[in-house]
């Protein structure tokens, strides 16, 4: 993912060119080729080679995962020749069936040509899906007010852009704020939840004077939205945090997601919040989430993850322990934190089976906003 500032961190640019089709290895390109040479050389040099011809059926099929039709067609014409050139001694009735492997090349061709026209069709749909990420959640800016901001995102669903959870950091009359939330559901059947959500965020960054009421606008959102669906049932979990003017000190209300975790002098613990209940139940507006206020002191970090980085396991089953691993990783600069983590995921071999989102806010208190 890219690291953005963004939607999505570096590793995301390695995602996008998988996702457009990344070219086989160099050695399954040259194969076919060196196939063809080797076995019509060593049968040009002895006769007793010959009987090697079995082996350039293998080439059309080899020449589909590297080819599109046209060089498919044009290793198959070659194979066809050489079985019919006196001097390869490949052309003996009995050694090769040349009927077979023409057949083999002419169905490689028609493969390779279903193949491409398939290939051209997946990219479109996934840049259409890389559209559709982009519009729901744009990348944000290195820097909003005070705090400087990192992004990661990656989707459960392999080959896609787009999953259940979001973020968005945004400035408005009472500070700066952010959401970290993980819809029910994945792909694009949660985009419809995750556009709601981050536009009555946005509205409600300008017009609510407190994170509670935040929280009770985005659980009406979804409760007004589930009623209109049949059998609906839409909830969110989510995590809003507050900066005030000069970032010394923020406001944190859980509605059902992890805790944010503080990094500070080489340390990093797990935020104690008032836990509420999720969005879209109905019940933050009856029973408002607890506000927790937080001090904040010069080069604190805070990272804010989905429950595909917490519930990461190992094969042991055990969860990633991610404060701990924080702290270890705590010399790691706040734009490459989120990529250091994943990293460290994948080093220790533990398992993501959700949406990974991380977010990283640094803020930088005091004096003159850059």
């Not at 979001?166 to 939330?181: I, L």
Request: proline letters at 8%.
């Amino acid at each position: 993912m890219r690291s953005v500032r963004g939607w999505s961190s570096r590793g995301s640019q390695e995602d996008r060119g998988w996702l457009r089709g990344a070219p086989p290895p160099w050695w399954v390109r040259l194969l076919p080729v060196l196939l063809l040479a080797a076995v019509t050389a060593a049968a040009t040099v002895t006769p007793h080679a010959s009987d090697l011809g079995f082996l350039l059926g293998a080439i059309p099929p080899l020449a589909v995962l590297s080819y599109g039709p046209a060089g498919t067609a044009l290793l198959g014409a070659l194979v066809v020749v050489a079985l019919n050139v006196p001097g390869t001694h490949l052309n003996r009735p009995g050694n090769t069936d040349l009927l077979t492997i023409t057949f083999v090349a002419l169905l490689s061709v028609l493969v390779a040509f279903v193949s491409s026209r398939r290939d051209a069709q997946l990219r479109v749909e996934r840049a259409i899906g890389e559209a559709v990420q982009q519009a729901v959640m744009p990348p944000l800016p290195q820097r909003v007010g005070r705090i400087r901001c990192t992004g990661f995102y990656r989707a459960a669903e392999n080959g896609t852009l787009v999953g259940g959870d979001f973020f968005d950091v945004r400035e408005g009359p009472y500070g700066v704020r952010a959401v970290m939330g993980d819809v029910r559901g994945h792909g694009l059947a949660a985009v419809a939840t995750v556009v709601a959500l981050l536009g009555a965020f946005r509205e409600a960054v300008l017009d609510e004077q407190d994170l509670e009421q935040v929280a009770a606008r985005l659980d009406r959102r979804l409760d007004v939205d589930a009623a209109g669906v049949p059998n609906g049932e839409m909830f969110a979990t989510a995590l809003l945090v507050e900066f005030e003017g000069d970032a010394r000190t923020m406001r944190v209300v859980a509605c059902g997601h992890p805790a944010p975790v503080l990094l500070r002098e080489g340390d990093a613990r797990e935020i104690t919040v008032m836990p509420g209940t999720p969005l879209g139940l109905g019940l933050v507006g009856v029973d408002p989430p607890k506000e927790v206020t937080v001090p904040l002191e010069p080069d604190d970090r805070l990272l804010l993850a989905s429950d595909g980085v917490w519930e990461a396991r190992s094969r042991s089953g055990t969860f990633y322990p991610l404060p701990d691993r924080l702290a270890a990783l705590a010399d790691t600069g706040h734009g490459g934190l989120p990529d250091a983590v994943w990293a460290d995921l994948a080093r220790l071999r533990y398992e993501v089976r959700d949406d990974a989102t991380m977010l990283v806010l640094a803020p930088e208190p005091g004096g003159q906003a850059a």
